[in-house]
């Protein structure tokens, strides 16, 4: 992975999250955050023909200078994501004396884009673009996904900074996991990818200051694409058009038995039943899994403190499967269509 602090300026990447102050831009909102960042004067800009992450990284970098209240830009571009060839835009801009806030605002105004204030988060994106991320958003900070375990003990470890230039949503995930654990969380984070959206080759260019993971996770998400859903303190990240996670009643036996870890790597069903039955020995009577689909997708795990139930739901959700119990055996099955 390179490390998660390392620095890659990749100034064609993704998405770019570029820490500045925290500000409104827009005159929407008025309060201390605004004039944190109206209080940094840059004495001189002068771009020309310069691409639109370069110039948010030159400004990020003029606040952390000044020591700025920290938050970040986020410019927003969901095409490249998707793999479609999308001309990044440019900047030629010259101002003097000028608030840090107001050269914002400028850069994205020339650079055709509009300017949406979230928290400690200024999102940059194309018009389009910017009405389908506040309806992502709407959509993934709902209160069930708010209150749930997972993001209820994100909300309480904080970081004060983290740079993953250059890297895949893959090793973004990574890193979030260290960062959870590092600071007594489970980090348990599962990727479900398509072919369409590939989180090792997706890449993002992102630095971030002042957040807490529960914050950072939401980001990944809404930047990626991807839909959130946890189950226990798992947060899942899906594919849009991945397979929807089934919604399964438990299998009592498996739902009591936690183990302390699972580290999967790309196993097969067969694989993944022999680790259940496995750590299942000791259940006070036999539990039998069977296979009855053959499916040959892999699967990938890491996860802390988990029940042995989570761990086949995730296995079924990542293979495309489900499962049901007649009383004797779990039986894993080919999923219906649609759900």
């Known amino acids: 992975m390179g490390g998660f602090f390392a620095k890659l300026w990749l100034m064609k990447a993704v998405v770019t999250l570029v820490c ?43 606040a952390r200078e000044a020591k700025a209240k920290p938050s970040n830009i986020i410019l927003y571009a969901p095409d490249l994501h998707a793999g479609k060839p999308e001309a990044m835009p440019t900047v030629t801009l010259q101002l003097s004396h000028v608030p840090l806030s107001q050269a914002v605002r400028y850069a994205a105004k020339v650079a055709g884009m509009q ?18 991320l506040k309806q992502r958003q709407a959509a993934y900070r709902s209160p069930a996904v708010m209150r749930s375990a997972a993001y209820q003990g994100m909300r309480h470890r904080s970081l004060d900074a983290l740079d993953l230039s250059g890297s895949s949503f893959v090793d973004a995930v990574d890193s979030l ?13 599962v990727l479900i990818g398509s072919d369409t959206y590939d989180p090792a080759r997706m890449q993002l260019h992102f630095s971030g200051y002042g957040l807490n993971l529960a914050e950072l996770s939401q980001y990944l998400a809404e930047i990626s694409g991807f839909t959130i859903r946890t189950i226990g303190d798992v947060v899942i ?88 119990s007649d009383g004797v055996a779990v039986q894993i099955v080919a999923r219906p269509l649609g759900r």
């Not at 500045?20 to 209080?39: C, D, E, I, N, R």
């Not at 038995?257 to 694989?271: C, L, R, V």
Request: aromatic share 6%.
């Open 20 to 62: 500045v102050a925290f500000g409104t831009l827009v005159g929407a909102t008025v309060g201390q955050a605004q004039q944190s960042m109206s209080k940094v004067i840059v004495p001189s800009i002068a771009f020309d023909q310069a691409d639109l992450p370069s110039v948010l990284d030159f400004l990020g970098m003029k």
């Open 237 to 324: 990240y899906r594919a849009p058009d991945a397979a929807p996670i089934p919604d399964i009643a438990p299998i009592p036996t498996l739902s009591r038995m936690k183990i302390a870890t699972a580290a999967i790597d790309e196993a097969t069903m067969p694989e993944m039943i022999e680790f259940i039955q496995y750590h299942s020995r000791s259940a006070p009577a036999a539990v039998n899994v069977v296979d009855l689909t053959g499916t040959q997708g892999a699967i990938t795990l890491d996860l802390q403190q988990v029940s042995l139930d989570t761990v086949l739901r995730l296995s079924c959700a990542q293979t495309g499967t489900t499962y049901r």
């Open 115 to 132: 300017i949406h204030v979230d928290g400690k988060t200024v999102w940059v994106a194309k018009p389009q673009a910017m009405q389908e």
């Open 177 to 189: 996991r260290a960062l959870d654990r590092a600071k007594g969380g489970n980090g348990n984070f």
